[in-house]
């Protein structure tokens, strides 16, 4: 069973650099996209982005000047990077594994919650 | 402000069905699958239909959804209490050439 956690700093001055790791257990990081969420009350579910295990990424165009997702296959690991952060980007960010087979995303982090403060 | 419309909630009695229903466009569940998650306050998403009308591996019978035209809806029937919880539906979107969500259906088990 593929299972993925979250870690990284809860709090993150206005105007800094967000980020945050995702550790992928009971399956290899190879093969797939992985892919990071937010979600907030004012916002619902938002994509951020997918890197593929190769290093190929996809971004949503409203946030793809301050995103970079990136891959670590040595470590089983992928990453977020958001730079420029506001309060508007205080949100639960949770990382998920994209299957192409499915077009969807069949497996979720459970979520880690990040504020920036000013 | 989400893309995808869904009703704020539904509720119904044990054993009971609901049904719920995520409205689109063209540009997303008109030229894509759908599919549809459900998460518990607290918790991450999960994946209980993909393809608009498949179920992953472990998931019960009782979900089923449907696709027509440019909107889904997700059937859940023999109602249980386990069953409370926060239901996603989510497709691409061509035009806006991101992953989009609808906003949420909160499902009360009476």
């Known amino acids: 069973q593929v299972q993925l956690q979250e870690s990284g700093p809860g709090l993150v001055k206005s105007s800094g650099t967000l980020s945050l790791t995702c550790s992928v257990f009971?399956?290899?990081?190879?093969?797939?996209?992985w892919s990071w969420f937010r979600q907030s009350p004012g916002k619902g579910l938002e994509w951020i982005g997918y890197?593929?295990?190769?290093?190929?990424?996809k971004y949503n165009p409203s946030l793809k000047s301050r995103v970079t997702v990136s891959v670590d296959t040595s470590k089983n690991q992928f990453f977020l990077n958001l730079t420029s952060v506001t309060a508007a980007d205080t949100a639960v960010y949770s990382c998920?594994?994209?299957?192409?087979?499915?077009?969807?995303?069949?497996?979720w982090g459970q979520g880690a919650l990040v504020t920036v403060s000013s | 402000q989400s893309v995808l419309t869904q009703p704020a909630s539904v509720s119904a009695a044990p054993g009971q069905k609901v049904t719920i229903s995520c409205s689109g466009d063209?540009?997303?569940?008109?030229?894509?699958?759908v599919a549809w998650y459900q998460q518990v306050p607290g918790t991450g998403p999960k994946l209980l239909i993909y393809?608009?009308?498949e179920r992953p591996s472990g998931i019960p019978d009782r979900f089923s959804g449907s696709k027509s035209g440019t909107s889904a809806t997700l059937g859940i029937t023999g109602l249980q209490s386990g069953d409370e919880a926060d239901y996603y539906c989510?497709?691409?979107?061509?035009?806006?050439?991101?992953?989009?969500f609808g906003s949420g259906t909160k499902v009360t088990v009476l």
């Open positions: 890197v593929y295990y190769r290093g190929t990424t």
């Open positions: 989510g497709s691409w979107d061509n035009v806006r050439d991101s992953y989009v």
């Open positions: 998920a594994r994209y299957n192409p087979n499915m077009v969807s995303f069949d497996y």
């Open positions: 009971g399956g290899s990081i190879n093969s797939y996209y």
């Open positions: 063209t540009s997303n569940i008109g030229m894509n699958w």
């Open positions: 393809d608009s009308n």
